[in-house]
């Protein structure tokens, strides 16, 4: 499922191009072994070039693929976590910026009040009496 999903989205199927990376790989050690029977390259070309190789296989495209899928999915939530957090703030904060904080204070007695807050505190005052 995953491999074909894959092929859907990248155009490629991994396997198929392990295989083929697999196959050019065995060409151009052909290649770098028959330049140095010939003796068209020194020992050194010849270690260089076998080298330089080696460096450059992948030798599993399918878990490079999942490390760099597992790799962005957990740099993408983080970034949104923070995005969603800015986003909230400036929000939030350019609201509570536009008012003085009095009017706050006041705002919160009067909500207090409307909420029942002196029936309320009259009843826990009467019950400590």
Same mark, same amino acid.
């Given at each position: 499922?995953?491999?074909?999903? #894959?092929?859907? @989205?990248?155009?490629?199927?991994? *396997?198929?191009? %392990?295989?083929? #990376?697999?196959? @050019?790989?065995?060409?151009?050690? *052909?290649?770098? %072994?028959?330049?140095?029977?010939?003796?068209?390259?020194?020992?050194?070309?010849?270690?260089?070039a076998m080298n330089n190789l080696a460096k450059s296989d992948t030798p599993d495209i399918q878990g490079s693929i999942n490390n760099a899928f597992v790799e962005g999915a957990q740099e993408g939530l983080a970034s949104l976590?923070?995005?969603?957090?800015?986003?909230?703030?400036?929000?939030?904060?350019?609201?509570?910026?536009?008012?003085?904080?009095?009017?706050?204070?006041?705002?919160?007695?009067?909500?207090?009040?409307?909420?029942?807050?002196?029936?309320?505190?009259?009843?826990?005052?009467?019950?400590?009496?």
């Open positions: 499922m995953w491999n074909w999903l #894959q092929t859907q @989205l990248f155009g490629v199927d991994p *396997a198929a191009e %392990q295989a083929r #990376q697999a196959s @050019l790989d065995a060409q151009i050690a *052909a290649q770098n %072994q028959s330049a140095w029977d010939t003796g068209l390259w020194t020992e050194d070309q010849y270690n260089a976590g923070s995005n969603i957090q800015s986003t909230f703030n400036t929000v939030t904060g350019g609201v509570f910026k536009l008012v003085p904080w009095q009017i706050w204070v006041v705002l919160g007695v009067l909500l207090f009040i409307w909420l029942g807050g002196i029936a309320w505190s009259k009843g826990i005052l009467d019950k400590k009496k």
